[in-house]
């Protein structure tokens, strides 16, 4: 298996080719024109009365546009922030988002009620104001104020240290997911980290938010298009989704999508708030999903409601596998030194095996059939290469006797309880449609066997067709790039031009589309996929669960008898060291030195990790120094020894991350100045990183162990981070400027110009990037469509088969059994304790931001509180609102109890975030979760499985865990 | 009477419960520390105890044009403004105190059974009901203020004249919504005001322009050419809510869908929704089952591949377009001195 973790070489002065070819894809279209903002003057109205207080209140100073810009929420929203008497007090959204299409609903006023209140989040309590120093013990909440270079030295002196003492991948930073955006405070951390080499926290899996699932079939998980592009669905469904809690700027085009006579289909065992507005609601008992979606799937093809053309053309299913090994057929099977990633199909035209075109082995660009046409139906022997015989028949037959023999309507039943008539009624549903979707998205990755259950809901939308369509098939999320923060973010994230010029010759995407005046769209997602993987492995990025395992601590429960999982043959600790053997996954620093320093941005571990108490009896204590930056009060922050208060997000010039939900990039103005000692996180990096030198220099520290066996001249550090003194940490506006005018798809407009439009039109094509997987085409004046790269020009694949991929024939899948789409019962199925707990992104909070703020906890029951069915309180004898105890063998907490009609039995439902803080002891919902990973989401040497930075390894699965409830004493 | 009438259309079928039109009201009308336990803009999930707590059956408005009874609703029955601990959190230590709500533990919120709902899972259904004041065309507060401190605005907008306003709270039993509240500091009554001074520069109301469900259409009633005459008027399919209270309310609202049911056995019902039919009819009376019956005609025609200008409305394809004309852009407003 030799294609995977392909090292991509870094070269010198291959520019040349490049510069004739790269600067066409530079200018943005022509004629391009942004909104004039015309202004209306008022004349304030007075009646000399009472009413007049009214009117007063409702009068501002002026008015900025600004936004939320690094609360992790996916979406962007642009804001006017009503500036008075130097305050924001109050904002209100910005509505200038036109109709993409006449027929198509805009986006106004995206917002939601977090963003409508965040101007009284910045002025309450939990603002930090002042650096402050750890007195007492780890979080016994004694502090001392410092100054700032104080503080700078403090962290400066530890990292040196460490850098010293055991290298640079010794000092760790962790910005969680949680605290990035595309301004000039993300830029300013990537450099510091760029410069030092530390070890840098990939938590995207960590969270539990890869959908392994869709990497195992696709070799991508980041696709969507725009929002609007939903209301041109047929047939919805929402599956482990929730998006009326969590996606409120958009979900407004899933209900008028109804008004133009789509149905709404909601697959979840509780009738959630986005079941309220639905035609139809699946409710299978809890994690079994996978069961439900691959019965549908029979349905459809025992009934011939499949798309014949896309299975032939877009999935692996018509590849012919072995019968006597369950694996494909491959080259090396057939001929002497014979590649193991080329395949083959059984050519219908001229009765005889063909490579299958789009596959690794074969090229692996186009899925054009050029005449062929796979059979996928057939038997017949084949002559090996070893002098033996074997029978091969399309993946297609064999996917039909797997289903038939275990996930017919009938069958399912008894796992999921769901009727095969509702089964029927939905495959019907969903295979008629002219374009059906299914949403699940990030949040859809939380319990154990996720991957099974997308799975399950990919083969659904490849054997529909639905992939490519408008309003149709499987949507995850994606970005815009923005090109310009890319560049100045580093080469793993924007790799040098010429390096991927070089990639040109190999790819073949562009040719006779007319496409070739941009190389970049030359690429195909597999080249781009080589890029950055090759990038990815020159930077100690590590996973976060392999971190916790060889650093944290959680070895002492992830070795546990208990927590192995028995439908593996081999104990999950082999796994893990199989996969760090083989440089599957990578894991910095090694797992012999300590951790001396941990750098948190934003990011709330100690709310966040699974069980929470481990951390903090192993990794917490073992750390030197912990440093926490945030503008407020989070549980991990009062476990700092260093807290560094940055700038809310109205006092600091920035970009929301680049959602492609919406066709705009949402910029941030700066309204107020910082409020107290805080500063913005751009200049904190940059000071930073310029104290690391001259305290260096003080001590005399030169050269140290640098990352990947490389040497780090502390020396360099600050040029590195300010490119040679070209960025000064105190200009975060000149950075702003410098990213929207090296970016083509903002037409490289200024931050002047941005800042008076607050949304700034895209006004053409992203290049598949780290996290921009949209694959489709822009236009101005249409909705963004994702995959059509695939569907419609017939690029291939990112996978080892180049297509849709339901046989993984690596060898831990099938030792698991899971080399085909199955359902298989989780640890919380399996689990001694009778009730299983479960969570959801909640409507009140962005994570743990703005849980605590007073307003939105009036318009809640004030404290946590979960979810349960009237009758599974009865029988335990509680009453509303009581306080219960849930536990398990792993850890318990406390929590209040609401009955409600909506929640499937056995089910018990807090919907997350709450900091620790808020309840009893500080004990959160993370105590009873032991969250073993799987071990197939560290296999690697295969194709689409192998890691890279924000790409493929274990989740976490902090829902569905065994627990017992009882009223609290 | 009033010359002509502001009103408000809320689309139910695409509210999502977000509170962020609560928030909005809240955040510009009543952040004093008097009017914290306020929120003139509501949002509960039906079927619920709601805002305050039984409010349905509180008494008040007319019958037979008589006036009605009523209750007077305490603070407890609204939700207090709770108050926290947080200082002592953040300086108290690990696992010492927690962030908790101090005082007496409440009972109530305006929002205390939100997500809960009725019916037997799995036929469990349930759905949001914002509410404002009504802006009643007869207004059972007016009827009711020994002081004539109320008023109906020459646009239909109802205000209590807080300059004649003694506190007396006559009104706040007379309202069968129960959408006032009392100002302790102020000793007045309050509750919205339809955003007049916005509506006054041509701007509409904080909580449906805010409103990312995009279910709150605002207008004029006799404005033929705005969205809520339509809806009210020309197609009747927006209707009040208990329209046996007798105080003609402004606000109108589209019943709302609900998913299929399932049968005894399991199987889909195809032809039953999950909010029984009595319950909308308890909600919007008769008006309101034949609302809910075009609606569900107008579904189907589409479903079929037709056309229907009424839902065309309803997606409000062109947002600004919801507004009845109140579409000015407040962030373009640069006020001028008088
Ligand atoms: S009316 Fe609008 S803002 Fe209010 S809860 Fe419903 S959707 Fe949200
Ligand atoms: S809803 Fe109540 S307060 Fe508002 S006008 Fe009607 S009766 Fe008066
Ligand atoms: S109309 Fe204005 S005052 Fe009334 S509830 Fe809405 S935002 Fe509040």
Redesign the interface.
Known sequence: MAISRRTFMVGAGAGVVGLGLGLTYLRPREGITYPD??????????YG???D???E????DK?VKGSHNRANCFSACSW?LYVKEGIVW??????IYE?TR?????F??????KG??Y??LQQ???RILHPLKRI????????KRISWDEAYDIVADAVIDAAVADGIETVVHDNGTTNNDYGPDSGSEMRWCNALGCTQLDSWAGVGDMPNGLVQTWGMYNADGTTDDWFLSDYIVLWVANP?YTR??D??FI??A????A?LV?VSPD?S?S???????I?PEQETDAAFGLAAANFIIENKLYDDEAVREQTDLPFLVREDTGRYLREEDLNKGGKDDLFYIWDEARNQIAAAPGCAGEGGTHLKLNGLKPAIDGRWEMDLVDGSKAWVRPLFQVMRDHLNANYTPEKQESTT???P??VE?FARGLAGAKAAMIYSTWGACKNYHSDLYQRAMALLMAITGSQGKKGGGYRVAAWWELKGADELGGAEFQPPLEDVLKMIPKAMRGIGQGEFENPMKALTPREWEWIYTGYSNNFPFTPLMPFLYYHGGYDTIWDAEENQDPDFPRATRDYMKEAVAKGWMPIHPPPEKKVHVYIFTGANPLRRWPSPQTAKEHFWKTTDLIVSTNFR?STST??ADIVMPVAAYYEKYSIKYCVSALPYIVVCEQATPPRGDSKMDYEVFGMLSKRVVERAAERGVTEVEGPLGRTLDLRTVYDVWSMDGELDPMDALGYMDRILTRSPNVGNISAKEAFKLGAVPVVSESTFSLVNQTCGDFDTEDTMTPYQWFTRDKVAWPTITGRQQFLLDHPWFVESGEALPVHKDSPGMLSKYPLRLTSGHN?WSIHSQQR?Q??????????PAV?M?PKDMETRGLED?DMIRMYNHHGEFEARV????????GMVQLYHAW?P???????SQQEPVAAPWKPTHLAGGYGQLHYRFYYNSPGHAPRGIGIEVEKAS | MSKRQLAMVMDL??C?????C???C????TRDEAMEYM?WNTVNTMPGKGTPRDWEEMGGGFKDGKPQLGHLPSREEF?D????N??E????????A????QGKK??W??????????????N?????LPRICNHCSSPACVAACPRKAIEKREDGIV?I???RCRGYRFCMEACPYKKIYFNPDKGVSQKC?FC???V??GVSN?CA??????IRFVGYLDDENSAVHKLVKKWKVAVRLHPEYGTKPNVYYVP?????KFDA????DEKNPRIPEDYLKFLFGEEGLEAKRIIDKE?AT????GK?EI??V???????EMFGGFD???????????
């Not at chain 1, 109050?90 to 509505?95: H, I, P, S």
């Open positions: 903002i015309i202004k209306t003057l008022a004349k304030k109205i007075s009365d009472w009413s207080v009214y009117r209140k409702w009068t501002w008015v006017n109050r904002e209100e959204q910005n509505t109709q006449e027929d198509v609903p805009d106004n006023p995206r917002g939601c009620q409508a209140c101007s009284d309450e309590e939990s007492g013990e780890r979080g016994e909440g004694k502090w009326t409120i700027p979900v407004h209900h008028e109804r008004y133009r006579g149905q909601i009738f708030a079941t309220v507005h639905a035609d139809l609601w409710n309880g769901v009727k008539s509702v009624h009060w009062l476990f409507r605590d007073k307003m939105l906890l009036r318009l809640q029951r004030g404290e979810w069915h609102h609401k009955p409600a009609a909506r929640m499937q039995p900091e803080y808020q309840f009893k002891g500080w004990k | 079928n695409k999502l419960g977000c509170h962020t609560t928030v909005a809240k955040r510009l009308w929120w939700g403004a709770w108050k926290y947080h200082e959190v953040f300086s108290g230590g690990k696992a010492g927690h962030l908790e709500i409440p009972e919120g305006p929002n205390w059974d939100e997500d809960q709902g009725a019916g037997e899972y799995p469990s259904y349930f759905f949001y205000v004249n807080e300059d005001i007049f001074p916005r006054e520069q904080a322009r805010q409103c990312p469900g995009r709302p869908t609900s998913p299929m056995d399991g199987h889909l579904m589409v479903r079929n591949g229907s839902l065309s309803l997606i409000a394809y062109k947002w600004s000015t852009d407040p962030a373009t407003i640069e006020w001028t001195e008088v």
